[in-house]
C-alpha cells in the first residue's frame, strides 16, 4: 500500500546535399572492455576543420574564428534543416578514461557543509521549535486534507479507507503533542550535531535525511542519500544523493521562488539592467568560489554564470519580481571539465519503476552578497584511472557522425503523430565542447566510466500547423552527445 508522503514533504532547469536518413542503432549497448582497448591505441589527437580566415580579418577576430566550425546540410527533405556555425571548446587535456562510483553523505560528511553554511544564524533543532501554533497549522492543515478525501490518493480504492485509519492516527498524534507543546521556541543550539534519521519504509526520495531550521524558518539545511527504498513492484537502490542549503531571508519579502528562467549574462563586471541586483556577477562568482574552496571542494571550477527569476507571465501573478545569480560549476580532471547532461539517468526494465544516478551537480545561487541556496548532488569518487591520455576520433569524423545521427534521432519526430505534425525543423548548433561524462553499463549504476565526449548545445525550432516550439527547453544542456573514442551516441537519460 502507498502512503501519501508527499503532504508533508518540504518543497524546497560547408554545405551539402540531401541525404538519406541513415538506419544505424542510436545507442548500442556499451562494450567497456572494447571501448578501452579501442582509447589505448594511440596517443589523443583532437583534429579540427576551421572557418576559412579572410584576407582582411583583425587579429582579434582571427582568434575568435580559430575556435569556430562551420557547416550546413539537409535531411531526407529540406524541412530538417541543420546550421553548425559554432564555438568550439577543446581542453588541452589529456583525456583520461577512470573509474568511478557515486558518492554518499551521512552525518559526519555533512556537517562540515552545514557549520559552514549556515554561520551566523541562530539554529533550532526540530523540537525545540515544535510550539502551539506550528502544531495548529499542522492539525488544521491534515485534518482539511482528510476531509476533502486525501486528494492525490492513488491507491486501489479498497485500501482508502485503511489509508484515511491511518492519517486520522496521525492527526491524533499531533493533537497529543500540541497539549505539551510550548507557546515560544525552546532554547537555541550554541553546537548543532547533525542527527541521522532511518529511512521511512514508504519514502524513496528523502530517507536518510534531516533537517534543521532557524525560528523564522529561514534558513534550511537537509540530506538525501542513497538509502534504498520501497517502490512499486520492488526495491531498487538509486543513487540520488544530494545536500541542499536554503536561505529565503535572501529574498525581499513576498519575493516569488519559482526560479527557473534562466538567461546568459554578456558582460560579468556589469549589473544586469532591471535585476534590482547591487553586485555584479563576477563578484557573485567570486564569492561562490571562495565558499566552495572554504568547503573543500578543490577539484571544481566554474562553469557558468546565469541571471535565474520566474518567467515574466509569473511575476505578477505569484509576488514581486526577483534575480538571483546562479553560479554552476564542473568537476575538473586534468583540466578537462565533467559535463552534467541532464538530471539523472535510470536504468533497467522501461515497464517497471527504475533505479536511478543522478548526475554530480555543484550549484551556488546568491542575491547580493547572500547566499540563497546551495546544492550539491551525485558526488562522485573517483576510481582507477584506465586509459591515461585516449585516442579520440578526429573531429572531422566526429563531424561526419554528427550529420548521421541528429538526423537518426530528430527527423523521425516530424513523422511522429504523438510530436503534434511537426512541420519543419531548424537545427542549429551553437557551441560543441568536448569534455568528460559518466556513463554506465545497462542495468547497472553501481558504478561506471568517466569517458571523453563531444556535446552540442543549440536550439530546435519545430514548426507545426498551429505554432512553433523549441526543443531545448534548457539550453545549458546538450541536446546531442557523441563518445569521443567510438562516435557513439550517448543517452544521458539511460546514462550510457
Known amino acids: 500500500m502507498k502512503r501519501i508522503t508527499a503532504f508533508f514533504v518540504f518543497c524546497l532547469l560547408f554545405l551539402v546535399g540531401c541525404q ?63 546550421v ?18 557515486p558518492g554518499d553523505f551521512d552525518d559526519e560528511s555533512a556537517q562540515p557543509f552545514f557549520d559552514v553554511l549556515t554561520e551566523g544564524y541562530t539554529l533550532y533543532t526540530a523540537e525545540e521549535l515544535e510550539t502551539k501554533a506550528s502544531l495548529e497549522k499542522q492539525i488544521t492543515e491534515m485534518q482539511q486534507f482528510i476531509d476533502d478525501g486525501l486528494p492525490g490518493y492513488d491507491g486501489p480504492a479498497s485500501k482508502k479507507k485503511d489509508e484515511i485509519k491511518h492519517w486520522k492516527s496521525e492527526l491524533e498524534k499531533l493533537k497529543q503533542r500540541y497539549l505539551t507543546a510550548r507557546d515560544e521556541p525552546g532554547t537555541p543550539a550554541a553546537k548543532v550535531q547533525l542527527t541521522w534519521r532511518e529511512p521511512a519504509k514508504y519514502d524513496t526520495q528523502t530517507a536518510g535525511a534531516f533537517l534543521v531550521q532557524s525560528a523564522d524558518r529561514k534558513q534550511t539545511f537537509q540530506v538525501r542519500t542513497n538509502a534504498t ?82 518567467p515574466e507571465e509569473a511575476e505578477g501573478l505569484i509576488g514581486v519580481p526577483c534575480y ?32 536511478s544516478w543522478t548526475y554530480e551537480e555543484l550549484a551556488i545561487s546568491l542575491r547580493n552578497k547572500d547566499i540563497y541556496g546551495f546544492v ?4 562522485l569518487v573517483l576510481g582507477k584511472t584506465l586509459v591515461e591520455d585516449a585516442n579520440l576520433m578526429s573531429f572531422d569524423a566526429v563531424m561526419e557522425r554528427f550529420d548521421q545521427m541528429v538526423r537518426v534521432k530528430y527527423e523521425g519526430m516530424m513523422a511522429d503523430p504523438g510530436w503534434g505534425g511537426i512541420l519543419s525543423m531548424e537545427v542549429q548548433v551553437d557551441r560543441i565542447e568536448l569534455s568528460l561524462e559518466r556513463v554506465a553499463q545497462p542495468d547497472n549504476i553501481n558504478g561506471g ?33 557523441l563518445n569521443a573514442v567510438d562516435g557513439n551516441l550517448i543517452d544521458p537519460m539511460k546514462g550510457y
Not at 90 to 98: H, T
Not at 238 to 256: G, T, W
Open 229 to 310: 527504498g520501497a517502490h512499486g513492484k520492488r526495491n531498487f537502490d538509486s543513487k540520488e544523493a544530494v545536500l541542499l542549503f536554503y536561505n529565503d531571508a535572501a529574498l525581499p519579502e513576498n519575493a516569488i521562488r519559482a526560479f527557473y528562467q534562466s538567461d546568459a549574462i554578456e558582460d560579468r563586471d556589469a549589473v544586469p539592467v532591471g535585476s534590482g541586483l547591487t553586485a555584479t556577477p563576477r563578484e557573485a562568482q567570486e564569492q561562490a568560489e571562495a565558499l566552495v574552496q572554504r568547503l573543500g571542494l578543490t577539484d571544481f571550477a566554474v562553469k557558468d554564470v546565469r541571471l535565474t527569476h520566474a
Open 324 to 355: 538571483l545569480y546562479s553560479v554552476s560549476f564542473a568537476r575538473m580532471v586534468n583540466g578537462v571539465p565533467v559535463i552534467r547532461p541532464t538530471n539523472s539517468s535510470s536504468s533497467g526494465d522501461e515497464a517497471e519503476p527504475r533505479p
Open 84 to 101: 553548425v556555425d559554432a564555438q568550439v571548446v577543446r581542453p588541452q587535456g589529456p583525456f583520461p578514461i577512470l573509474e568511478v562510483t
Open 376 to 379: 550539491y548532488g551525485g558526488p
Open 20 to 82: 538519406p536518413t541513415p538506419t544505424v542503432e542510436t545507442v548500442p549497448p556499451k562494450d567497456f572492455d572494447a571501448l578501452i582497448e579501442k582509447a589505448q591505441t594511440s596517443p589523443a589527437t583532437v583534429q579540427v576543420t576551421l572557418v576559412p580566415e579572410a584576407e582582411d580579418i583583425s587579429a582579434a577576430a582571427a582568434e575568435d574564428a580559430l575556435e569556430r566550425f562551420q557547416m550546413e546540410f539537409y535531411g531526407n527533405t529540406e524541412a530538417f534543416h541543420v
Open 449 to 481: 566510466l568517466l569517458v571523453p565526449v563531444w556535446s552540442f548545445y543549440g536550439s530546435i525550432l519545430c514548426t507545426r500547423p498551429e505554432d512553433s516550439f523549441d526543443h531545448v527547453f534548457d539550453h545549458a544542456m546538450p541536446f546531442l552527445t
